[in-house]
């Protein structure tokens, strides 16, 4: 890798970073020359890192003012959980019963974790943990096409988790509660009832009402 390919990737990984944790928030214009500065580069690999996030929805470049940071629609919103919903209760759906349980007791202690953090108001630590706590439940259906897809949106999932910051924290003990019984549905090896409760989870936590897509059990 060349010195100036090695600049534009610590740029983009650096600007991309700023984005996702609520530094750079949406609607803010973004400099070249102040990035450049607080990320140690020049204005050219700054320059190709904001072209290649533009290329990924994140900003809007305007020559020679800078970047918009692009915030996300109520709709894109709403079909990002509708996403997760299909793609998780759809994965338990399909895991095997014995699979569901042993996914619940080991997430027990990741909900503990989850605990510790919002007792210490570390968001960005709860966020983390939350994510994989989600994405767990995708991993169950040993479907990597799934699991892919997850993946692919977990960005957008820590974009807006990271915009409802204060909101998280205000909501802390639902959420936790929540969590444990998505955890106590898989211990009944219920995933019909999962599958609400999710529902329920992803519309209190996203503020939007989801369809109904409850997948039908596997024949």
Known sequence: MSTSESAADRAYA??????????????????EAALAVDIGVSR?????????????????????????VRGMSDKVTADLADARLI??????????????????????????????????????????????????????GGNLVLLELNDRLADRQRFLLFSYGGTLLARCDAIIAEHEDLIERLR???????????????????????????PDPPR
């Open 87 to 140: 793609l998780e209760s759809t994965a338990v759906q399909r895991a095997a019963p014995e699979t569901r349980r042993a996914l619940a007791a080991r997430l027990e202690q990741d909900v503990e974790a989850q605990k510790q953090a919002l007792a210490g108001r570390d968001v960005r630590r709860f966020i983390e943990l939350t994510i994989a706590f989600h994405r767990s439940f995708v991993e169950s």
């Open 188 to 214: 009944a090896d219920d995933p019909q009832g999962f599958a609400e409760t999710l529902r329920s989870h992803l519309s209190d936590t996203y503020g939007s009402e989801l369809r109904r897509l409850c």
């Open 14 to 31: 650096a600007i991309r970073a700023g984005i996702l944790n609520g530094t750079h928030k949406p609607d803010t214009m973004l400099s």
């Open 44 to 68: 050219t690999p700054v320059r190709a890192a904001l072209v290649r996030l533009q290329d990924e929805g994140w900003i809007t470049v305007y020559p020679k003012r800078g970047a918009l």
